[in-house]
Every structure is written in C-alpha cells, then in structure tokens.
C-alpha cells in the first residue's frame, strides 16, 4: 500500500525529462498530497493500483488540492507528459 497524506509529495523537478511510477494495491494520496513533474522535457506519470486509487482532499491551503500533475516548459514541442492510471 501507498499513503502520502498531510500535504506529503513526490517530485521530479529539473532540466531534461522524468518519470513517477507508483504501484500497489491501495493507493490513496489525501489532504494536499502530490505527485508532480515539473521539468524542461515533460514526463510520464503511471499508477497502478490492483484495489483502489483515492486522491482526496485539500491542504491548509485551498489552493493546493490533492493530485497527479505534469507541466513541462518546452522549447521545440516534441515532448509530451502523460497520466496513465490503472485501478
């Protein structure tokens, strides 16, 4: 099982590309909890839950739900990110 609860996060931040894999049986991200690419060159993130995937909540902040987020600032457009959940 994975839990990141209270605003917890999972990160790849930088130049070039990265990816997040997250696999389990239940897998539940609460509270403001994050995984996020941020980077030059996109990148993928993938979960696979065999049970269930929960993503619920806020932090203290409103304005920082709960999520799986990709942004990538690229130049010359061949990158793309994806989000691919399997529950």
């Known amino acids: 099982d994975i839990a990141l609860n209270n605003a917890a996060g999972l990160f790849v931040v930088g130049d070039g590309s990265g990816n997040i894999r997250l696999t389990g049986r239940q897998i539940t991200l609460s ?19 065999s049970e269930s995937l929960a ?30 959940i399997n529950a």
């Not at 995984?35 to 993130?45: L, M, R, Y």
């Open 31 to 49: 509270d403001g909890s994050q995984a996020q690419i941020n980077t030059s060159q996109g990148g993928d993130i993938d979960v696979r839950a």
């Open 55 to 84: 993503v619920i909540g806020n932090s203290f902040n409103p304005l920082s739900p709960s999520g799986l987020f990709t942004t990538a600032s690229i130049v010359d457009g061949t990158r793309t990110s994806n989000i691919t």
